[in-house]
C-alpha cells in the first residue's frame, strides 16, 4: 500500500534541500572578498552591507510579527465585561431547571457544562453601586 504525501511534506523537502545550498552561497558572499567572487565570474552581488542588515530584518521581524498577531488579535476579540465571551450562537440552553432547597442537595446528577446557563455562572457587581 503507497502511502500518499501531503503538500506540507513536499513542501517542507524543497525548503530543507534548498536551505543548505542558499546559506553557503551567503556565507561565501560574505566571507569571500570582492576580487574573488570577480574571479569566479561573479560580476553582479548585493553591496556587503546587506549582509548586516538581511538578519537584522529577519531578527527584528522574528520578534515583531508574533506582537502584531497579539494585537490585531486584541481587537477582534470583546470586552471582558462582555456576555459574548460565554454565549454565541452554539450555546445551549438548559431544558430543566434544578431547584434547591436549604441544606438539602438534589439527588441528580451533576449537569455538563453546556447544559449550565452561562448567565448563571457569571458574576455580575450590582449596578446601584
Known sequence: MEKKTSVMEKCSLICH???FPIGLLYSLWILLPDEDLEALNITYYPPKQWAFN???VALILFFAIPIAYVWLNSLTV???TSSDLLEDQYTR???TTIKRQKGIAPHLPLPEICDLD???LVWYPNKSD
Open 17 to 19: 534541500l534548498l536551505t
Open 54 to 56: 538581511i538578519p537584522l
Open 78 to 80: 470583546p470586552a471582558t
Open 93 to 95: 440552553r438548559p431544558t
Open 118 to 120: 452561562p448567565a448563571g
